[in-house]
């Protein structure tokens, strides 16, 4: 049973506009979420983080969105670039465990110039 | 030289074979871990060593063991491998509470 769900295994955009990605968890435990882009041949490589006490995030163009409430967090990539096509994969920490991380299945971005 | 290296990059091995996989990190962190990555998986912690702790996944096979003989270097001993076991396996190291830098991964494929 997956604790980290990303419903979406594909999503493609136009240059310029947004994207947004979107992961859905079911362990209230968790109290840290990250975000990783990984291109091919390449391990995955972390973009931006965000702690269950705030609700955004921002770091340049990504800007992570945290609803605890409905146990969802989304990345927004604005405007996107080619260069950002990747896989994104979401992951969550266990509050209390400093270690390990549940990943969810990831989504392929795909930027169309 | 990146932070996080794996060898080999790519690796083919039959069921009767004992191969090793080997990481090695050059950050300073505390901690290690080996990931897989199965097509359209989650990533899944297989093991995890640092000072504090070793921690291992229950449903990792036994087929599948670590040795991380210092904070620098961690190694996957496989052994009697099955072809579901064709996967990329991903090598991390941290700080504590820090984020996770992942070497490139093994792509390994079992006939």
């Known amino acids: 049973d997956q604790q980290v769900k990303q419903n979406s295994p594909s999503l493609s955009v136009q240059e310029g506009r947004i994207s947004i990605l979107n992961c859905d968890y079911t362990?209230?435990?968790?109290?840290?979420f990250l975000w990783y882009k990984k291109y091919p041949a390449e391990g995955p490589t972390f973009l931006i983080s965000?702690?269950?006490?705030?609700d955004k995030n921002e770091d340049g163009r990504f800007t992570v969105f945290l609803n605890k409430s409905a146990k969802h967090l989304s990345l927004h990539i604005v405007p996107s670039q080619p260069g950002d096509s990747a896989v994104y994969f979401c992951?969550?920490?266990?509050?209390?465990?400093?270690?390990?991380?549940?990943f969810g299945s990831g989504t392929q971005l795909t930027v169309l110039p | 030289e990146t932070g996080v290296t794996q060898t080999p990059r790519h690796l083919v091995m039959g069921m009767t074979n004992k191969k090793s996989l080997k990481c090695e990190q050059h950050?300073?962190?505390?901690?290690m871990y080996w990931y897989k990555q199965s097509a359209k998986k989650p990533l899944e912690l297989m093991f995890v060593?640092?000072?504090?702790?070793?921690?291992e996944n229950n449903s990792v096979p036994s087929r599948f063991s670590p040795e991380c003989p210092n904070s620098s270097h961690l190694f996957l001993h496989l052994h009697t491998l099955q072809p579901e076991d064709s996967a990329l396996y991903l090598c991390?190291?941290?700080?504590?509470?820090?984020?996770?830098?992942f070497g490139e991964g093994s792509r390994l494929t079992v006939l």
């Open positions: 991390a190291s941290s700080q504590l509470n820090s984020v996770l830098f």
């Open positions: 362990n209230s435990m968790f109290d840290y």
């Open positions: 965000i702690s269950s006490i705030k």
């Open positions: 992951a969550a920490r266990l509050q209390g465990s400093a270690r390990q991380l549940t």
């Open positions: 950050l300073g962190h505390n901690a």
């Open positions: 060593y640092s000072l504090e702790e070793r921690v």
